[in-house]
């Protein structure tokens, strides 16, 4: 099976690697597959709680599980939320509960779910990929929404449709849900996409990275606004923030800059008093009079000095 895992590696076919490596284990160690079993239940989980009451349709595929992952520390601050399909007012009464202090909005093409608004819930009746209606209910609304939730109608044209309008208008640090990607491709393949945009990296600042408190003039609005993205089974969360600013200890470029000269010149000045007492000037003298923490600083100087 080893040798099997070891062809697998070469071709890199790291699904069928893991899993001949997975049967190796498993004999060498004696392990019986065990019987599966869900994951236990969080006792603080709130939202599990109001999904038995209210019983909406996403509670089938576990997604309570999730949306209380993300949400409850949004949960007494969050103003506005949005669920793109409405159907029965199961969720939307679910969400009015959960969220306490938000305005629920409910969107879906059926007239008959305008019968659902009432207290802190507001429906409004319309086609999700029409940019008219999508553009007047953002007016209506003020935009700047805490949440987003789409479960709407579940195609690949919808999806891309409906991020485009309702992403840009979260606020900062919303979270935008897409539910049921599966058997989605092209979805899965733009939100693999917003992977390489939270993890972007200018050419040449990999060195520098804790100076990197913006990004170049022209780097797209996606990389610049998207901090996270969290794939469970059938649904994927995008979290929006300020990248790479989000991050409290970079440096400003000039502190930075003024860090690293004065590291530099006690490398410098470290070699130098070497030199005047006859020792080797290399790494391991220079790790010797320093210290670890300048490591990258003395690599540095002797790749310079020779």
């Known amino acids: ?41 969080d006792p603080t989980n709130d939202l599990e709680k109001l999904g038995d009451i209210h019983t909406p349709s996403k509670r089938a595929h576990n997604y309570l ?8 520390d949004v949960r007494y601050s969050a103003r506005k939320v949005v669920e793109v ?3 029965t007012p199961r969720s ?27 207290g802190r819930k507001k429906v409004f009746i319309g086609d999700q990929t029409s940019e008219a209606f999508m553009m007047d209910f953002i007016a209506a609304s003020g935009g700047d929404f805490d949440v987003v939730i789409d479960d709407g109608l579940h195609t690949t ?7 485009s309008f309702l992403y840009p208008a ?10 049921d990607i599966q058997e989605k ?13 939270v ?10 990275w804790p100076k990197l408190t913006s990004f170049p003039q022209g780097t797209p609005w996606l990389v610049r606004n998207t901090v996270g993205v969290a794939f469970h089974r059938y649904i994927a969360f995008i979290e929006r923030g300020h990248n790479p600013r989000d991050n409290p200890f970079l440096v400003e470029p000039e502190a930075y800059d003024a860090r690293l000269a004065a590291y530099r010149a006690q490398v410098v000045a470290a070699a130098e008093e070497l030199q005047r007492a006859g020792t080797p000037v290399n790494n391991e003298t220079l790790l010797a009079k320093l210290g670890f923490g300048l490591r990258n600083h003395i690599t540095r100087y002797l790749e310079n000095r020779s």
């Open 65 to 72: 599980r999730h949306y209380w992952r993300y949400f409850r």
């Open 157 to 163: 044209h919808s999806m891309f449709r409906t991020f």
């Open 92 to 118: 939307i009464n679910m969400w009015e509960e959960f969220f306490p202090n938000a305005t629920i909005y409910g969107l879906d093409i059926d007239p008959r779910c305008a019968e659902f608004a009432g």
């Open 85 to 87: 399909g409405v159907q």
């Open 1 to 41: 099976m080893l040798d099997q895992a070891q062809l697998a590696e070469q071709r890199g076919d790291w699904f069928k690697v893991v899993q001949k490596r997975n049967n190796a284990i498993n004999a060498v160690l004696a392990r019986a597959t065990p019987t599966p079993e869900p994951r236990p239940d």
């Open 199 to 208: 993890n972007f990296m200018p050419p040449g600042a990999m060195n520098d």
């Open 185 to 197: 491709p092209y979805v899965l393949a733009f939100l693999h996409s917003l992977l390489e945009a």
């Open 170 to 179: 979260l606020h900062s640090r919303g979270i935008y849900v897409i539910e």
